[in-house]
């Protein structure tokens, strides 16, 4: 049996490597067009902001490397430029001598990946404007900031040109993951940095408030952020400098400009092969990766998958779910019954000393798909216990469904525990887990860790306290005309007040019950939520309709800043 993989990074790799594990007779031919195979592309911004020096440390293998271990047919600098399913040959071209040769296949999967977006705008094309997808983009960066040029760029092809020896002011064009991971490693290399998002938020998969966190905090490390305004061109200044223009009418000066607006899925042989494209603009496949052609797979941020949570079509360009892809499909040809769950997006992003992560449905979505059977809840743990030194304030949002309980999404912001809490609701989310699941979740403790009750537990029991009616919830989005009730202590109010609230601090509340009506429902709330349930059992029990705010006025924060 002889299979051809196209792409030789993540999914493709990982396809080369296992299949060989697992058959060692096949003949594996594994074609990339780049100047190498098995790189890691999710490190680039960081070797551009010198915190990944080397870059051979990018390199997790090389052509060598599957030659040698794998015995692998491994041709880097080898685009495939024609796809004929009725012969079922592929044709490869050779990107240094230009020779056109043809190769068979029994099998022939697709690893291409997404190329990252670039419009035709005006003076996109102009020196020191760059993308970030390969280690030769990261090579060029890292020229044009150390030398203010680079030769690899294009520079000799420009005249006019002030040559910045060393840049200072950067521009970073889009808010999604690779643009906040370059807008950190440039101020982390001592540029001022001015961020760009035609969106009104940045991180586009994250829920509005939550990403609201997201841009204080950039602005807090001295980030410029200029949201709902896209990019409208470029220009080169009377004097020889850059210059971004957006549809507002901004001018944005900048020694180097990066394009981070989003990737599309490379579908162009796909399409010479007639293979079904889905609505989304991805490679149709089914649960084993198989195309509409039955001998042709297809692997990574090239596909269209199906989410996990809500089973709708989505493309979901990530790491880890594109190797997962190629270790199925190396299975399903060698014979195996494997099958693809579907992908939920699971997902970090470092932010200077913080991280925002994600995991399955966000409510935006939810909402987007008509779906009315889910609450949310807003809280504000520490990262580990109190008491111990260094503990840090983490935000999380937590989605379920008021059916049944089953967790549907989580987001995580903090400095300090994020990636383990996230991890621990994806694995819960993968498992059908409920909140009462949460509740019950025996996770290590020790204090420089954690807590006796994780955050994870206490998603759980606020999560179901709302549920078995213990303490009935309600958002800031939903209370505007009602009764407040604040049970914070005065000095509290004096930093920050609710207009119209009624102030009972809460040891107090036992006493002066006699002030609140029975004859409509109190919305309590306090600075985290915390006291507010407290007070909400004790007028629950005394015959009072009552909501506790989820999250309270850190919430509050979160739905009105800007």
């Keep these: 049996m002889k299979v051809i993989i196209v792409g030789g990074v993540a999914g493709g790799a990982s396809c080369a490597a296992r299949l060989r594990r697992l058959d060692e007779k096949a003949e594996i031919l594994m074609v990339e067009r780049g100047e190498y195979v098995s790189y890691a592309n ?7 902001g010198g915190i990944i020096e080397k870059e051979s440390s990018l390199l997790v293998a090389t052509e060598q490397t599957f030659r040698g271990i794998f015995n692998v047919d491994c041709r880097t600098s080898c685009e ?12 490869l071209k050779d990107l240094k001598t230009g020779k056109v040769s043809t190769e068979s296949y029994d099998k022939l999967v697709l690893s291409p990946g997404a190329a990252p ?3 035709p705008l005006p003076g996109i094309d102009l020196p020191g404007i760059f993308s970030v997808r390969t280690v030769p983009d ?12 680079a030769d690899c760029a294009g520079m000799n092809t420009y005249t006019g040109f002030q040559i910045v020896t060393k840049p200072k002011r950067a521009v970073v064009v889009g808010g999604g993951f690779i643009g906040l991971e370059m807008v950190e490693n440039l101020v982390h290399r001592g540029l ?30 001295g980030v410029k952020l200029e949201l709902g305004d896209g990019v409208a061109g470029f220009q080169k200044t009377t004097d020889g400098f850059l210059e971004v223009l957006t549809g507002s009418g901004k001018k944005h000066p900048a020694d180097i400009v990066i394009l981070a607006i989003g990737v599309r899925p490379e579908t162009a042989l796909a399409k010479i092969a007639g293979l079904e ?50 270790r199925i499909v190396a299975e399903v040809i060698a014979g195996r019954d494997s099958r693809y769950r579907g992908t939920q997006g699971t997902s970090i992003c470092q932010i200077f000393e913080g991280a925002i992560a994600q995991t399955g449905a966000s409510e935006k979505v939810l909402i987007q798909l008509g779906n009315k ?70 996770l290590c403790y020790a204090p420089p860790f954690g807590s006796a009750k994780d955050p994870v537990n206490f998603a759980g029991m606020v999560a179901a306290n709302s549920l078995r009616g213990d303490m009935p919830i309600a958002h800031w989005d939903s209370v505007d005309g009602s009764f407040l009730l604040d049970v914070r202590n005065p000095p509290e109010l004096a930093v920050e007040s609710v207009p119209g609230a009624v102030n009972i601090p809460l040891p107090q509340l036992r006493a002066r019950l006699k002030e609140l009506p029975k004859d409509r429902e109190i919305f309590v709330f306090c600075r ?35």
Aim: proline residues 5%; contains cysteine; hydrophobic residues 40%.
């Design 42 to 48: 999710c490190g680039l911004p960081y070797h551009v």
């Design 80 to 91: 495939v430029v024609g796809v004929s399913v009725a012969k079922k040959t592929v044709e």
């Design 117 to 119: 977006i670039r419009p």
């Design 138 to 149: 990261a090579r060029c960066i890292r020229e044009w900031l150390d030398c203010g040029k």
């Design 192 to 221: 001022e940095v001015t961020l760009i998002e035609k969106l009104d938020q940045v991180m586009p998969p994250l829920d509005p408030e939550m990403a609201r966190l997201v841009g204080r905090y950039l602005v807090k490390h």
């Design 277 to 326: 494209i889905g609505q989304r603009g991805g490679i149709r496949v089914d649960e084993h990766m198989r195309t509409s052609d039955p001998d042709i797979f297809a692997v990574g941020d090239a596909v269209e998958v199906k989410d996990f949570v809500t089973g709708q079509w989505t493309l979901i360009p990530l790491a880890g779910p594109a190797n997962r892809q190629g």
């Design 373 to 442: 059977d889910f609450e949310k809840i807003y809280f504000y743990p520490n990262s580990h216990a109190g008491y111990y030194p260094g503990a840090k304030v983490l935000a999380i949002k937590v989605l379920f469904r008021k059916s049944d309980g089953r967790l549907l999404g989580a987001q995580v912001l903090g400095e300090d525990g994020v990636p383990e809490r996230i991890d621990s609701f994806a694995m819960a989310i993968q498992m059908g887990a409920t909140v009462y699941d949460l509740e019950e979740a025996e």
């Design 528 to 562: 985290s939520a915390q006291r507010a349930y407290y007070a909400s059992r004790i007028l629950l029990q005394n015959g009072f309709k009552v909501r506790n705010i989820s999250g309270g006025m850190l919430s509050r924060s979160m739905f009105t800043a800007k």
